[in-house]
């Protein structure tokens, strides 16, 4: 059973544009998520956190949005750029219940397109 | 800063030999590691928590025999897969947490072993 789950498998955006990317869970107890951006055959980059006390976290040209009660996080990168091209992984954690691994999502796939 | 290493990225072998795979924070110290894996088009999911000094923590299914974690130092852990077969080709990923962090919970990966038993 899936617990945390990225329904789109690839997304396209023109270059310069928004691009949303979306993440659903399941597990109440998660209380801390973040976003990974990987490449093939490399390990996954940190790009963003955000803690479930809070509704929104943004660094630069990445911020994340939390709605606790329809357990659902999006990760706005805008302007979209070529290099932003990769898999993006949403991950969440049981913190609070000392649960430290993360838990994620299949990945969706990010295309910008020139 | 926050830089993991893997060694080697990339491990071809027979079947029944035991492979080991090391995991290392470069620039900072971790009380945890975790190691991952990662199927072709797949998430990644964690196998197992290495804690410095102390027994590690694996997730259901992940048979703690076959995958030994020894986490001697603040900065090593590693990852042995014994008696490999074609079932362990994958793509190993570990991470680590730095431990001055102190309410920060993200963890920086290493860039991954992949793992070809023929």
């Known amino acids: 059973d899936q617990q945390v789950k990225q329904n789109s498998p690839s997304l396209s955006v023109q270059e310069g544009r928004i691009s949303i990317l979306n993440c659903d869970y399941t597990?109440?107890?998660?209380?801390?998520f973040l976003w990974y951006k990987k490449y093939p055959a490399e390990g996954p980059t940190f790009l963003i956190s955000?803690?479930?006390?809070?509704d929104k976290n943004e660094d630069g040209r990445f911020t994340v949005f939390l709605n606790k009660s329809a357990k659902h996080l999006s990760l706005h990168i805008v302007p979209s750029q070529p290099g932003d091209s990769a898999v993006y992984f949403c991950?969440?954690?049981?913190?609070?219940?000392?649960?430290?691994?993360?838990?994620f999502g299949k990945g969706t796939h990010l295309i910008i397109q020139p | 800063g926050a830089v993991v290493s893997q060694h080697p990225s990339r491990v071809i072998c027979k079947s029944g030999t035991s492979v080991k795979i090391e995991c290392r924070s470069l620039?900072?110290?971790?009380?945890?590691m975790f190691w991952y894996r990662q199927f072709p088009k797949q998430s990644l999911m964690l196998m197992a928590t290495?804690?410095?000094?102390?027994?590690?923590?694996?997730e259901q299914g992940v048979e703690k025999d076959k995958f030994l974690i020894n986490h001697a130092s603040l900065t090593l852990s590693t990852l042995t897969v014994t008696s490999a077969h074609p079932e362990d080709s994958s793509f190993y990923i570990c991470?680590?947490?730095?431990?001055?962090?102190?309410?920060?919970?993200?963890?920086?990966f290493g860039p991954g072993t992949r793992l070809t038993v023929l």
């Open positions: 991470s680590a947490r730095d431990s001055r962090a102190g309410g920060v919970y993200e963890q920086f």
């Open positions: 597990n109440s107890m998660f209380d801390y």
């Open positions: 955000i803690s479930s006390i809070k």
């Open positions: 991950a969440a954690t049981d913190e609070g219940g000392g649960a430290d691994g993360l838990t």
């Open positions: 620039d900072f110290q971790a009380t945890t």
């Open positions: 290495s804690n410095e000094g102390s027994k590690a923590t694996y």
